[in-house]
């Protein structure tokens, strides 16, 4: 027995809607798209098709491992961010669209200053998929990049992106905690024009509470930002001066509901100066930028 595509879609759509998939019919179509290995206009232009026993079956597998909860991302493997499609295992996080407005005023610092510039020295802290250094990479001419992760794994995920998009010759990947491999070994002591960084941030207590497809399914090691989600920025606040050049900038995201509490840590650092809160598309606080004073 053969089914239409469309009435195949139709099933996938009430089976992910009964799971409690919050995008059923997009995340049907889009497992199809994956499965046949083609594009939406394709898909519109066949709904009337036939599917054979066989296929039908590997696709409803798809379906099947959607509506367990695991992320759509992780079983296509796939994630777009900054117009890329960027690699994605479950040994990264899922590159946030929230994140974008990191890249993007990176970008605009960057050509802001590009004739006192020069080549623009940035380290990328917990690079993990390479989404904020592999993008700049990607859209910036004159950058060289560090970008540094704890997990062997996620290093890998970034490495492949960056060869992927054929900006593995302006990124060095390092694997180590924070700025530990900046310190020793080949890498020696290095003072960056910026530095930038999406750690993670969520306070551990609120970890439980989030959605069952982030709780099951991202790394944890991704997300858990101690007690009160700001051990992170503590560290990095405390040690950026010294791998920063004078005046050199500091991006970190933040959680929506954090600006306060790292304007805080910053101003008390004493060290930086001109902060500044960019907010994301959905209007909440999401970036705070400042810079090394002297
Ligand atoms: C929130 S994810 C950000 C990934 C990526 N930058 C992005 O924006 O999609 C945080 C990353 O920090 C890494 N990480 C966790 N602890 C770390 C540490 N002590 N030093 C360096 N990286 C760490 C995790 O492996 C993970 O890849």
Same mark, same amino acid.
């Given at each position: 027995?053969?089914?239409?595509?469309?009435?195949?879609?139709?099933?996938?759509?009430?089976?992910?809607?009964?799971?409690?998939?919050?995008?059923?019919?997009?995340?049907?179509?889009?497992?199809?798209?994956?499965?046949?290995?083609?594009?939406?206009?394709?898909?519109?232009?066949?709904?009337?098709?036939?599917?054979?026993?066989?296929?039908?079956?590997? /696709?409803?597998?798809?379906?099947?491992?959607?509506?367990?909860?695991?992320?759509?991302?992780?079983?296509?493997?796939?994630?777009?961010?900054?117009?890329?499609?960027?690699?994605?295992?479950?040994?990264?996080?899922?590159?946030?669209?929230d994140t974008e407005a990191l890249v993007e005023e990176v970008?605009k610092i960057?050509?802001?200053?590009?004739?006192?510039?020069?080549?623009?020295?940035?380290? %990328?802290?917990?690079?993990?998929?390479?989404? #904020?250094?592999?993008?700049?990479? /990607?859209?910036?001419?004159?950058?060289?990049?560090?970008?540094?992760? #704890?997990?062997?794994?996620?290093?890998?995920?970034?490495?492949?992106?960056?060869? %992927?998009?054929?900006?593995?010759?302006?990124?060095?990947?390092?694997?180590?905690?924070?700025?530990?491999?900046?310190?020793?070994?080949?890498?020696?002591?290095?003072?960056?024009?910026?530095?930038v960084?999406?750690?993670? /941030?969520?306070?551990?207590?609120?970890?439980?509470?989030?959605?069952?497809?982030?709780?099951?399914?991202?790394?944890?090691?991704?997300? %858990?930002?101690?007690?009160?989600?700001? %051990?992170?920025?503590?560290?990095?606040?405390?040690?950026?001066?010294?791998?920063?050049?004078?005046?050199?900038w500091?991006l970190l995201e933040i959680?929506y509901?954090?600006a306060?509490?790292l304007?805080?840590? #910053?101003?008390?650092?004493?060290? /930086?100066?001109d902060v500044e809160i960019i907010k994301d598309l959905a209007g909440l606080d999401r970036i705070v930028k400042t810079?090394?004073?002297?």
């Open positions: 027995m053969s089914l239409i595509i469309k009435d195949m879609v139709n099933m996938a759509t009430k089976r992910l809607e009964a799971s409690g998939c919050l995008t059923p019919k997009l995340d049907a179509e889009i497992l199809l798209l994956y499965y046949m290995g083609t594009d939406r206009s394709f898909l519109f232009a066949h709904f009337g098709d036939s599917m054979d026993d066989k296929r039908c079956e590997a /696709y409803f597998e798809l379906v099947d491992e959607r509506a367990t909860g695991k992320p759509l991302q992780y079983i296509t493997g796939r994630q777009e961010f900054m117009g890329i499609s960027f690699f994605v295992s479950d040994s990264v996080l899922i590159p946030r669209q970008i960057a050509n802001e200053n590009h004739k006192t510039l020069g080549t623009l020295n940035i380290l %990328d802290l917990c690079c993990g998929s390479g989404a #904020i250094g592999v993008s700049l990479a /990607y859209y910036l001419t004159k950058v060289k990049l560090v970008a540094t992760d #704890i997990s062997t794994k996620a290093l890998s995920v970034a490495a492949k992106n960056a060869a %992927d998009y054929r900006v593995s010759g302006k990124i060095k990947f390092i694997l180590g905690d924070l700025f530990a491999p900046l310190k020793t070994g080949a890498f020696g002591k290095r003072h960056f024009d910026m530095i960084s999406n750690p993670p /941030y969520i306070k551990s207590d609120v970890l439980p509470t989030l959605q069952r497809e982030i709780t099951e399914y991202e790394p944890l090691i991704a997300l %858990d930002g101690g007690k009160d989600g700001l %051990d992170f920025y503590r560290k990095i606040v405390a040690e950026a001066p010294a791998h920063l050049k004078k005046h050199g500091l959680g509901d954090q306060q509490d304007c805080e840590l #910053i101003t008390a650092d004493g060290r /930086y100066g810079r090394r004073k002297k």
